[in-house]
């Protein structure tokens, strides 16, 4: 049905007639197929074991995509209530609180703090409509063009790893895509080098990718991974690290990888079905300090007058 995925697919099998490998054949459209995708086929053609590599790759997509889809879910229900509350507000001060001020204008009565505070915001608003009402774009917009720059792109992904309630929940998908990615290559044959290297383009963090790529370095020169991701505990807590220098020790790497994978995917899981029972009563307490702020800075000098 997806008419590019069509062309992608006969254009593949006309390179492989020609004589060109499954993997190098790929290499031309690294927009829809990742290095790591490419580098576990590339290692299935050598080990003769294609077949069952192309079904742990179906099995992470589907993985991977359900694991977005929870996130992006958890993330959906706060921003609609607060894009929903900013919209109300600025409705109320944009329409309704000049006409309530008109009871005020000819009285000679001192008006409370709150009451004043609430004038002036809405003056504001009234004076700036349109770029209040722009201003998530050109927040929107400027997020999109700083994370363009390498440096951008980095401190964006570190103030999500630290971000309040999210944070935790985007480094344990990290660390699952992390473990699943390594797992998976390291179960194709590719050398724990190259698996790092992969896994650090694919793990979707600059902050992850940095670190494992020196990881990768350090590894190629005889220190063990265990070792070398030690002292990082912000993002590889101890318990992931003891796994795997565990791993190394007893040569069961993979298998290893793959308990840590399915636990963080199950942290991810219980975290995304909880989080909007923890954010409730955060965003209860958020639209009722604003709610009530708004009506008793109108009430209190109506009751005065």
Known sequence: KNIRLKKIINET???????????????????????????????????????????????????????????KGALTYPLVVFFLLGSAIVLLMTMVVPKIMELFSGSDMELPTSTLIMIIVSEFLQNHFILVALSPVVLFLSIKFIRKTSPGKFYTDKFMLIAPVFGELNKKAALARFSRMLSNLLKSGVS?????????????????????????????????????????????????????????????????????????????????KNLSKLLEPLILTVVGITVGGIVAAIMEPIISL
Do not use: H, W
Not at 35 to 64: F, K, P, V
């Open 192 to 272: 724990i080098v190259e698996a790092l290297k992969i896994t650090a383009n694919a793990v979707g963090n600059e902050v992850y990718k940095k670190r494992l790529i020196l990881c990768s370095r350090d590894t190629a020169q005889g220190i063990p991974m265990g070792q070398n991701l030690r002292g990082n505990e912000s993002i590889f807590p101890s318990m992931i690290v003891s796994m795997i220098a565990i791993g190394e020790k007893t040569g069961e790497i993979t298998a290893i990888m793959d308990k840590v994978a399915g636990f963080y995917e199950d942290e991810v899981d219980t975290m995304t």
């Open 13 to 71: 099998a006309e390179s492989i007639r020609s004589g060109k490998k499954f993997s190098d054949s790929l290499m031309k459209y690294t927009d829809v197929f990742s290095d790591a995708e490419i580098g576990m086929i590339e290692a299935g053609e050598l080990s003769g074991r294609l077949n069952n590599i192309l079904q742990d790759i179906a099995t992470d997509a589907e993985n991977s995509a359900a694991l977005r889809s929870k996130i």
